[in-house]
């Protein structure tokens, strides 16, 4: 069965500074997709990226970037210049082409202080 | 678009009652509907895969007799929670999904569950 951590429970940074989210997995699909979602207090699932196990390369969206890695099971999230507004948790989660559910990390409770 | 609702938002009942909620694919026929749990602080819990016209697929220790679900067409998903005791607050959240590739889900907006 597939498995997502996300290792750090919390992060508090100050405005401006660049923040990375740590995301590990374990899957024996060869076929699979990964995906970052941003809840903010309301609860609401925010949708960021989906990133499928063909594709390697990194994606950048702004102050938002994920560097797939497929050597180290990893699939981290990087927010530049960081916000206020990005305070949330954020959540990795990982979806087997064989199995239609998905599974998520623990998630990363980020605070940007100003 | 693919546009995911859910009602209501936020219920409160009495233990002992029964309290259903609603998934909606608004845009969308979605053949296989999700059903999430999260405590507080926690992270999204799968319940049940939800199949239009079949029986609910249940996650192992989730009670399917407590958690009744129907799927009775391509756009529509109740989650009921039965006889609801206050261990049974939390946030539910569904999803569906669109289409056969991609593994693509979209999430509803939840419905916040506060059982006194």
């Known amino acids: 069965a597939q498995k997502v951590t996300q290792a750090q429970t919390e992060i508090s940074v100050v405005e401006k500074e660049d923040v990375t989210l740590d995301c590990v997995y374990e899957t024996r699909d060869t076929t699979y997709y990964l995906f970052w979602y941003k809840q903010p207090p309301s609860g609401e699932l925010v949708f960021l990226i989906r990133?499928?196990?063909?594709?390697?390369q990194n994606e950048i969206s702004g102050r938002y970037s994920w560097n797939f890695q497929k050597s180290t099971s990893s699939f981290n999230f990087t927010i530049t210049a960081s916000q206020v507004v990005d305070s949330a948790v954020y959540f990795c989660?990982?979806?087997?082409?064989?199995?239609?559910?998905?599974?998520f990390g623990a998630g990363t409770r980020l605070t940007v202080k100003p | 678009g693919a546009v995911v609702s859910q009602h209501p938002s936020r219920v409160i009942c009495k233990s002992g009652t029964s309290v259903k909620i609603e998934c909606r694919s608004l845009?969308?026929?979605?053949?296989?509907m999700f059903w999430y749990r999260q405590f507080p602080k926690q992270s999204l819990m799968l319940m049940a895969t939800?199949?239009?016209?079949?029986?609910?697929?249940?996650e192992q220790g989730v009670e399917k007799d407590k958690f009744l679900i129907n799927h009775a067409s391509l756009t529509l998903s109740t989650l009921t929670v039965t006889s609801a005791h206050p261990e049974d607050s939390s946030f539910y959240i569904c999803?569906?999904?669109?289409?056969?590739?991609?593994?693509?889900?979209?999430f509803g907006p939840g419905t916040r569950l506060t059982v006194l």
């Open positions: 939800s199949n239009e016209g079949s029986k609910a697929t249940y």
């Open positions: 990133r499928n196990s063909f594709d390697e």
């Open positions: 845009d969308f026929q979605a053949t296989t």
């Open positions: 989660a990982l979806s087997e082409a064989q199995n239609n559910d998905m599974r």
């Open positions: 999803s569906a999904r669109k289409g056969l590739v991609l593994n693509e889900q979209f």
